[in-house]
């Protein structure tokens, strides 16, 4: 079993940047492949981009809404996963979730993962 905690959320301007970090509890084969998901209310969780890291072997991936403004990286050391969010806009405000377990794909579907944390809120007004 992996334990996720997440954190960084807050409180931003428009154009505004932030950095969630997402903690595992230990590196295994369960966190080869971690990705982040945001819900906001009234929503369906969306995939915002996971990766899937072995060894020298990494994949990232990125839904369309936040290519080239989001950035996934990953400190193995730490066995912690970073999403870095720049030039934010309103419509990005939703809870931030952290999932693990995932296959041997950066999935974008949260049914294709086991573990979750219990999210961080990010607001931008």
């Known amino acids: 079993h992996v334990q996720l905690v997440e954190s960084g959320g807050g409180s931003v301007q428009p154009g505004g940047s932030l950095t969630l970090s997402c903690a595992a509890s230990a590196y295994t084969d369960s966190t080869y492949c971690m990705g982040w998901f945001r819900q906001a209310p009234g929503k369906q969780r969306e995939g915002v981009g996971a990766?899937?890291?072995?060894?020298?072997?990494?994949?990232?991936r990125y839904g369309d809404s936040v290519k080239g403004r989001f950035t996934i990286s990953r400190d193995n050391a730490k066995n912690t996963l970073y999403l870095q969010m720049t030039g934010l806009k309103p419509e990005v405000t939703a809870m931030y979730y952290c999932?693990?377990?995932?296959?041997?794909?950066?999935?974008?579907?949260?049914?294709?993962?086991?573990?979750w944390g219990q999210g961080t809120q990010v607001t931008v007004s």
């Open positions: 999932a693990a377990g995932g296959g041997r794909y950066p999935s974008l579907f949260p049914n294709d993962y086991r573990y």
């Open positions: 990766r899937y890291s072995e060894d020298r072997i990494s994949f990232t």
